[in-house]
């Protein structure tokens, strides 16, 4: 593993983890906007991996480096999973609610049962 190729595994690594971070925060709009960086990196990370160079550092800083990365990698995957699994329960509950809601019985300004009218139709939009 060259020095360039370290470095870029380096630069995702620290990018994975501070998503991660986020994430494990549940910092959803702040993981998202990390997607570009990850992105970036991950493109030069592989495109150094596939034109990687003779020139190789020290065994063990390539084995450290590459740890380091899967690490990163496989907690970042987790992280993501769960972060889908909180979002689709936060939406169910949200459906739930309007479903329970649309069936309550209304009332009106003098307290007596409003006129029956259908429910109003509602929309929900979600961002990961």
């Given at each position: 593993m060259n020095r360039t190729l370290i470095?870029?595994?380096?630069a995702l690594a620290d990018t994975l983890q501070r998503e991660n971070a986020a994430l494990e925060a549940l910092d959803l709009p702040r993981a998202t906007a990390l997607l570009p960086e990850k992105t970036a990196a991950t493109a030069r990370f592989v495109a150094l991996q596939e034109a990687a160079a003779t020139a190789a550092a020290s065994p063990d800083v390539a084995?450290?480096?590459?740890?380091?990365?899967?690490r990163?990698?496989?907690?970042?995957?987790?992280?993501?999973?769960r972060a889908m699994l909180v979002q689709g329960r936060v939406i169910?509950?949200?459906a739930r609610a309007a479903r329970s809601q649309a069936q309550a019985p209304r009332y009106g300004?003098?307290?007596?049962?409003?006129?029956d009218r259908?429910?109003?139709?509602?929309?929900?939009?979600?961002?990961?």
């Open positions: 470095e870029a595994a380096v084995r450290a480096v590459a740890h380091r990365l899967q990163a990698a496989t907690e970042n995957r987790r992280l993501l999973e169910e509950t949200v300004a003098r307290g007596t049962l409003a006129a259908r429910a109003a139709p509602l929309a929900l939009s979600a961002r990961a």
